[in-house]
Each structure stands twice: as structure tokens, then as C-alpha cells.
């Protein structure tokens, strides 16, 4: 078999691997509210870490999670509108001394925990504040809307890591994650995402998408799906 249909095969799998995680159920909006004028809400993302990613990070591999949090307000007869986003940043790696998953966020330094607990951790937003009600309109629909992006990295993207989580670089750009000057060794990098995502180590992104709202007397009333 030629390598350009080699090529082809491992293009057809990747794409039924990624099937997998879109199917189910995924994720949880709930108390959806106002909290000392602020609109918060708590958010949880079901079966975050498969276990081959368990097994991943076990063997050193060091994956870069994002939430990116937008609140859209709906428009009749115009584009919908970002009223306003916030996004969270984190980093998890696996410290084999202490047989424990390290957490590194921006406003915290790293955090051993089980595996129980980095799951909760890297899965719930809590409490999540995210806009005063004030900038909000009496008579508007509102929806939240949560994209969570999970990256696998290595050593060599230290630097680049460093930037995302000081919030110097807005998005982890594969290009800096994986970049490489001799075209074999962007070949291999090529070939090594694909075993990534065949193995289930690989980019995941889900994005969610809350039940309609709107403000009432300062309270946050859902709207019947229809």
C-alpha cells in the first residue's frame, strides 16, 4: 500500500474515533441565577477524562484545558450578540514521585490532587460570575454558551503553555505547539496527532449551550424548550 492511501486510512479512523465523544449526554447547566447583582451559574462537563487520557497523563503526557465562557443575546430580525465572555485556563500533568495529578491555573500555583478530585476539578465551573445583571436587558433572551477545548502537549511546549496561561496568547496555536523545520519531523508531528486521537489522547472540544432565559424583577426565568 502506497503512503497516500496509508494516509487516507489513518484520516477515515480519526474521524471515527472523534465520533465518540459527541454522542451522550455531555454536559450540565445548572442554578442558573443572580448572586449580589452578577449573573452566575455552575457548569459540569460528564466523562471529561477517558481513561485513555488517565493513562496518558500517568505516562507523562501533559494536556492544556480552556473554557470559554460568551453569554449571546438573541436578536430578532438581526445577528445575535456576545454580551459578554470571560475564559479559564489550566494545565494538568502527572507527578509520578508523588503518584498524584498536578492542576496549574493562572491564579493559583500547582496543586497536587487523586484522580477523583482532578477530575472534579478540570469538569465543574462553580459559582461561575460572569456579567452584572445591569448590563443586561429587562426584555432580553439570553443563552450561555460553553466551549471547552482539551489539548495533549509535550515538553517542548513549555514556552508556549507559559504565554497561554498568563493570558499572553488568546489561543494555543498548533502551529507554535508542534512547530518543527525539517519536513520529515512535520510529517511525524503530523502522524503523532493522528495516534493521539486514535489512541484517545487526542484534541477533544464540546461545545454547550444553555436553555433560553430572560431577566424578570431581577431574576433569571427560564424559557420552555419548544
Known sequence: MNHKGTYYIFAILLVFSSLGFSNGKKYGFENIGVEEGVLIFDFELFDLFSEDIIRGLRKGMTAAIEYQVQLWEERRHWFDRVVAEKSIRMKVGYDSWEQSFILTRPEEGPVLLSESHIQDRCSRLDGFHLVDLNQLKAKGRYTLVVKMILQPLSVDNYE?????????????????????????????????????????????????????FHIENGSVVLEEEE
Open 160 to 212: 508556549e503553555i507559559k504565554r497561554w496561561l498568563a493570558g499572553e496568547v488568546q489561543e494555543l496555536n498548533p502551529r507554535n505547539l508542534k512547530s518543527t523545520e525539517s519536513p520529515d519531523e512535520k510529517a511525524g508531528d503530523w502522524l503523532l496527532g493522528l495516534v493521539l486521537n486514535l489512541t484517545g489522547f487526542g484534541d477533544r472540544a464540546i461545545t454547550a449551550e444553555s436553555p433560553a
